[in-house]
């Protein structure tokens, strides 16, 4: 039976391959794993450990485990969150792409410097566009529930959003309690087609929240009642890190503080579930149908904003 395996180019732009028998480990040094399952990457950005590919039967999986990133097919994953790989998929680490394939091929190792010093957590200025989704009134929703139906129906909630940001080609960044908080990052497509799909799955993500409440209508009194709100704001923002676990990534940016605010007067302050940035207006508004809202003073900023109603229809 022949292996999978991985293919990618080294530093003298020779092709190299290994196959995946079970487990292949991607990192700067990878302390102690056999030379035939290991690839290492010489590059201060990524980890010591940066990810690992694990094989069972005919299915691929990679886990991230690094404080800079991993991607697959031009997708960030979520920090500390695995994904399955299919055959043609690249995974990209420290400016390396490395390709999967089921066809087998000769094993060949490759035995690269390792670096021991500790990873370079660089913080670098990206543009992205943020989507949050935002439970109304969480704390009277919390009090007049008992906390085994809120925790199951944000769990319904989590999961479902959660598989629409990933089709989308969106990373999560946090469950933040009754928010979730997504990020699409536009250095890896032009930046219309990530905001456009941004757009989209706040609209999928609106269509899960009347789904869930069918599936869960009569067995979770906390659906009920049930109302939620988004924002989406695209600009810059600093990512980076804060702490020493690999799953505190930070986005730092006035337009992440903004999505957060927007979500938290859609459907409330304003009649419309989707409220979306000027910029983001810019980059969409050929792809939907957008109502624009004027200018209008939010609550925690100085000044006002231009803001738009973002329809599902």
């Given at each position: 039976m022949s292996n999978p395996y991985l293919e990618w180019l080294d530093e003298n732009q020779e092709v190299q391959r290994l196959e995946i028998v079970d487990k292949i480990f991607i990192g700067r040094s990878c302390k102690g794993i056999d030379r035939q399952k290991r690839i290492l990457v010489c590059n201060a950005q990524v980890s010591r450990d940066h990810a690992v590919i694990s094989r069972r039967a005919k299915s691929l999986k990679i886990k991230d485990m690094s404080k800079n990133g991993t991607w697959v097919n031009g997708i960030r994953l979520a920090a500390g969150a695995s994904s399955d790989l299919a055959d043609e998929d690249v995974i990209s680490v420290g400016g390396v792409s490395i390709k999967v394939s089921a066809l087998s091929g000769d094993t060949v190792t490759q035995e690269k410097a390792i670096l021991t010093d500790g990873?370079?957590?660089?913080?670098?200025?990206?543009?992205?566009?943020?989507?949050?989704?935002?439970?109304?009134?969480?704390?009277?929703?919390s009090q007049a529930h008992a906390s085994a139906d809120v925790y199951a129906l944000m769990k319904e909630i989590f999961d479902a959003f959660s598989s629409i940001v990933f089709d989308c080609k969106g990373t999560?960044?946090?469950?933040?309690?009754?928010?979730?908080?997504?990020?699409?990052d536009h250095h890896v497509e032009p930046m219309r087609q990530r905001a456009v799909l941004a757009c989209q799955?706040?609209?999928?993500?609106?269509?899960?929240?009347?789904?869930?409440?069918?599936?869960?209508?009569?067995?979770?009194?906390?659906?009920?009642?049930l109302e939620?709100?988004?924002?989406?704001?695209?600009?810059?923002?600093?990512?980076?890190?804060?702490?020493?676990?690999?799953?505190?990534?930070?986005?730092?940016?006035?337009?992440?503080?903004?999505?957060?605010?927007?979500?938290?007067?859609?459907?409330?302050?304003?009649?419309?579930k989707i409220i979306i940035c000027s910029q983001t207006a810019d980059l969409v508004r050929n792809d939907f149908a957008l109502q624009d809202l004027g200018t209008i003073p939010i609550k925690g900023r100085k000044g006002k904003e231009h803001v738009f109603a973002l329809n599902p229809a």
């Open positions: 990873t370079m957590v660089t913080p670098t200025e990206v543009v992205v566009t943020n989507v949050v989704a935002d439970v109304r009134e969480f704390s009277t929703f999560i960044k946090d469950y933040a309690g009754d928010a979730v908080y997504a990020f699409w799955a706040a609209i999928q993500q609106t269509l899960a929240i009347n789904e869930i409440r069918t599936t869960l209508s009569g067995k979770n009194s906390a659906t009920a009642n939620m709100g988004w924002g989406i704001t695209t600009g810059k923002v600093t990512l980076s890190h804060y702490g020493s676990r690999a799953a505190d990534l930070a986005l730092v940016g006035d337009c992440t503080n903004l999505a957060f605010r927007l979500s938290g007067i859609a459907n409330k302050d304003l009649s419309d």
